[in-house]
């Protein structure tokens, strides 16, 4: 089984200094920065693993096209040439990334869109009385199959759990007679929208899999718009494969107190999309942060975990 686990997540800005407030001013992260060919990009350490945060303006090419939103995950490992090697990975770049630690670009057509990099670990991390860790990277995909073989039968990393999610509509109908009384008749469920769901392990956080599961259905709404059922999700992945391709969507982060999180957070002058937690996936509660905060494009949400 593979030891290779999250070493940071790579975001990609419209509005650097605003992310970088919201994390340290909202989460009470702290920031540090670290040299990327030549440039000063501000990390932040959370659990086990970090955040960097980069500037879409600034001309820093990381490797594909630049857009706001999640552009990369990096995998640690003391050897990323040699790891890439015995996993039969197929190397599109390889340089230096944050603080002078080697990397490896995998081809991103080999990992089903899911931009990768194996990387030598930059060693930060940390947490606050606010969130504690990354849950998981949200992935848009349009095979999960593929996604799963490649990333735990090829890779390695532990399946930590399948999902399906549907959302139904039940309609009953009545008959009622002023002689005969009232008769009422139930008809079978109507499959209104659904996700195929995956998450695999990369250390203390996971890789949220996600796929429509109907990929005929044609996407009905935007997701600044969708009320937080499992249509509009569906949606929301759908318009995503649609326009960008699979790959990565949001991250979330664990609090123990979304609903505080949420109030205090809006109190404190940012916009949220939920007021209180919803329901999600694995028995939790999430609540989403509006992307107009950081210039738009840039998705983040807060998840309550189950508690057994």
């Known amino acids: 089984m593979s030891t290779l686990k999250l070493s940071y997540v790579a975001l990609v800005a419209r509005d650097v200094a605003s992310v970088c407030r919201f994390m340290t001013e909202g989460l009470g992260l ?7 060919q030549g440039i000063d990009v501000p990390f932040f350490g959370i659990g ?21 939103g999640v552009h990369h995950l990096g995998l640690a490992t003391d050897d990323p040439s040699a790891t890439a090697s015995d996993l039969g990975l197929v190397v599109a770049e390889q340089g230096t990334g944050p603080d002078k630690s ?24 940390g947490r606050s009385g606010r969130v504690e860790r990354i849950d998981h990277l949200g992935i848009a995909s349009d095979n999960i199959a593929a996604v799963r073989d ?29 002689k005969y009384g009232a008769v009422y008749h139930t008809r079978a ?16 956080c996971d890789l949220e899999v996600m796929q429509d599961y109907d990929t005929d259905m044609t996407p009905l709404e935007d997701l600044g718009h969708a009320d937080g059922n499992t249509k509009g999700d569906q949606s929301a992945i759908a318009k995503f494969v649609a326009k960008r391709g699979p790959g990565l969507v949001h991250v979330a982060f664990v609090t123990r107190d979304i609903d505080g999180l949420l109030a205090s957070l809006s109190h404190e002058g940012w916009r949220m999309i939920d007021s209180t937690g919803r329901p999600g996936g694995r028995g939790s509660r999430i609540g989403f942060v509006h992307p107009s905060n950081f210039g738009g494009g840039l998705l983040m949400h807060f998840v309550e975990p189950r508690v057994d």
């Open 30 to 36: 702290t920031q540090t920065d670290l040299r990327v």
């Open 48 to 68: 086990n693993a970090a955040i960097g945060i980069f500037d879409v303006a600034n001309g820093l090419t990381l490797d594909e096209a630049m857009y706001p």
């Open 102 to 125: 080697a990397f490896v670009r995998i081809d991103s057509a080999q990992t089903c869109g899911i931009r990768t990099r194996l990387v030598q670990p930059i060693g930060l991390n």
């Open 150 to 178: 490649m990333f735990v039968g090829q890779i390695g990393c532990p399946l930590e759990s399948t999902e399906t999610d549907i959302e139904l509509c039940q309609v009953t109908e009545s008959f009622v007679s002023d």
């Open 189 to 204: 469920p109507e499959i209104l929208g659904g996700l195929h769901g995956v998450f695999i392990n990369v250390g203390d």
